[in-house]
């Protein structure tokens, strides 16, 4: 490394030079996308400035007038976007440029197919912008100095996106970024005025800040030489209005849709938007989307949301959480307040009542969309669930002022419909439940097919009563705090002795107690073959056809939910379940025949195996289960 430039070869990370790799190859038929990407990283680096310098005037180093620049050099074969936004530093290059920071990295990339639309799709999604320069450069210069900082602590970087980039120390009189795509051969059409102002003017019109470009000189008499002595002349191309302040009617779908792929960057249109416009006591402006595709990071706790506050048009911050709950993290977009100082904090915002009021209007009006296209637009409505079903289930858990109307908005799978579509909705259960019915029963499990297969359902299935099979990891969390819809209270059918209430039949319960009784011996036999490892032992009403089962008491934590716990590091007691016995059954009838302990112990423990293993439970010792069935089949 030279003492002058501090220049130096670094190697990039290896899952950003997938991501190139990815990128040359997946969006060539989309190549132009690319002034879109850059323009809108400029952009963003400019609203940064923006707001770094409200506490810090100095930054603006006697330019306030904050723009983006577009040029480009015929000769060269050469395409130019300059901002005069923050910079970056050396550190700041290596971070944003080399190394793709980000924990869904690894499962972006294993989720590639191969089938280059779906993985054009799926780097949309990611949001890797300033890689799509190599769809249409060979080589990609980056000049650029930090506000505040001097001249001479530029740094300049340059890569042929085949591996590895360069790094040297340079001057740079004003501060910004300044991005220089060297052209491959067979890309020329770029290096013209018309076709950077009709891209921009396509992608980038709604862009709050100045782009601009030389003008066009059109029937002058200057000859070349004349021309090249001029200084040329820049003008705006593009509207600069920020497109979420005007009026609805005046904007139109196109516009509405890049606008969401400029705060989202995704390359995937949206799947639907609520564009709102609240004046009075208190002023403000909401414009969010609703994607068509998840994130590869929505069930990452660290998810960053989506939604950018605004002040008066000045740029706050990105990621500003205090504006929308945790179960709508998917949602992009931006807000803007008239009422809120231009120096606001999050630590601000996270006691500011205007916020509260902001974001307790805007949950309403986003539950609202989803309320009229669940009703008008089913479909879509199937598709949004398909996607973020799972985050939104998380709702009825966090925000207690909407439960309700987040509940009408959940979909199940259902013993009714026999499919793992989640399709049902409480209040379709509610309407077809059974004359005397009091409750909404429902089972959890690791699995659709475990869900569906448990022996639990068995009385259920005899009685024609509807059960709810849930299958998410959130819906054991769910149920725990959902405990009732419409008045009728919601009960897990492998918890507590089973209570059909009104629509028991008084025959099979005399038939249970006589059960017990002729089985009191076995009972007693078994609770104490199995010791701890349940907390009592019946005979049960919930078996038609299987010879035992395992049930929960009220308290006791589930198997799913300790798993869950244990993997986030956390102690779950072991919960200590009932055994019940289905005395209609010819392996449980066996037991009152057996005499000799060892054989009865056998028996025991291979019933109890099995009804752990129907509920989707790991058996402790699955040799020891192996080799009592083994003895038992050979005896």
């Not at 300059?82 to 990339?109: H, P, Q």
């Not at 980056?142 to 890569?159: F, H, I, N, P």
Request: charged fraction near 30%; proline fraction near 2%; glycine fraction near 6%.
């Amino acid at each position: 490394m030279s003492v002058e430039t501090g220049k130096e070869t670094l190697e990039f990370q290896t899952e950003a030079r997938q991501i190139l790799h990815l990128m040359t190859h997946s969006l060539y038929s989309n190549k132009e996308i690319f002034l879109r990407e850059l323009i809108s990283n400029a952009s963003d680096a400019c609203d940064k400035l923006r707001f770094e310098a409200l506490a810090d005037g100095d930054l603006y180093e006697g330019d306030g007038d904050l723009n983006i620049t577009v040029d480009f050099d015929k000769d060269n074969n050469t395409v130019t976007i300059m901002d005069n936004g923050i910079g970056m530093t050396r550190v700041e290059i290596i971070e944003n440029i080399g190394t793709i920071a980000s924990s869904g990295t690894r499962k972006f990339l294993e989720s590639l197919t191969g089938d280059q639309a779906k993985d054009a799709q799926m780097i949309g999604q990611f949001g890797v912008g300033f890689y799509s320069s190599f769809i249409v450069a060979d080589k990609v210069t980056v000049t650029s100095r930090r506000a505040g900082v001097d001249k001479s602590e530029a740094v300049r970087w340059e890569s042929d996106g085949q591996g590895s980039f360069t790094l040297e120390n340079t001057e740079k009189e004003s501060r910004g970024t300044v991005v220089t795509l060297h052209l491959k051969e067979g890309e020329e059409e770029f290096a013209d005025n018309f076709r950077l102002r009709n891209i921009i003017k396509q992608y980038s019109d709604h862009i709050s800040l100045p782009i601009n470009m030389q003008k066009v000189d059109y029937g002058t008499d200057k000859d070349e030489e004349d021309k090249k002595d001029t200084e040329p002349e820049y003008e705006r191309v593009n509207s600069a209005s920020a497109l979420w302040a005007k009026d609805k009617k005046d904007i139109s779908d196109d516009e509405y849709r890049e606008f969401y792929k400029h705060v989202s960057h995704d390359f995937q249109d949206p799947q639907t938007w609520i564009h709102n416009k609240v004046e009075g006591n208190q002023s403000y402006t909401s414009l969010f989307y609703i994607p068509a595709k998840a994130p590869f990071d929505l069930f990452d706790r660290d998810h960053k949301r989506g939604v950018k506050l605004y002040v008066k048009r000045v740029f706050i911050m990105d990621d500003a959480e205090h504006l929308m709950p945790n179960y709508l993290r998917f949602i992009k977009g931006v807000v803007d307040s008239d009422d809120l100082p231009l120096n606001v904090s999050r630590e601000i915002l996270q006691q500011n009542k205007v916020i509260d009021r902001i974001r307790g209007a805007s949950v309403k009006k986003i539950l609202g969309k989803l309320e009229a296209m669940a009703k008008d637009q089913p479909e879509e409505y199937a598709s949004f669930w398909k996607t973020f079903g799972q985050v939104l289930k998380e709702g009825p858990i966090e925000d207690f002022s909407n439960k309700e109307r987040v509940a009408r908005l959940l979909r199940f799978a259902s013993t009714e419909t026999n499919s793992e579509d989640q399709t049902v909705t409480l209040e379709d259960y509610v309407g077809r439940m059974k004359e005397g019915q009091e409750k909404i029963y429902y089972i959890t499990a690791e699995s659709f097919a475990a869900a569906k297969n448990s022996p639990h359902l068995e009385v259920f299935r005899k009685k024609g009563i509807e059960v709810l099979l849930l299958s998410d990891r959130i819906d054991e969390w769910l149920v725990s705090h959902m405990t009732d819809f419409d008045g009728k209270s919601l009960q897990s059918v492998a918890r507590g002795d089973l209570d059909l209430g009104k629509i028991g039949d008084e025959e099979e319960e005399k038939t249970r107690e006589e059960a017990n009784e002729e089985f009191k011996d076995v009972i007693e036999r078994v609770k104490e073959s199995l010791g701890d490892k349940i907390s009592e032992a019946r005979m049960s009403q919930r078996l038609t056809d299987s010879p035992s089962c395992l049930v929960l008491n009220e308290q006791d934590m589930s198997a799913q939910m300790q798993q869950i716990l244990e993997a986030a590091g956390q102690y779950a007691p072991k919960a200590q379940p009932v055994l019940e016995l289905n005395s209609e059954h010819r392996l449980v009838a066996k037991l009152k025949e057996i005499k000799e302990d060892d054989s009865f112990n056998d028996w025991v423990s291979l019933l109890f195996e099995q009804a752990q293993l129907a509920a989707g439970n790991q058996l402790e010792d699955p040799a020891g289960f192996v080799m009592r069935v083994n003895r038992l089949l050979e005896s």
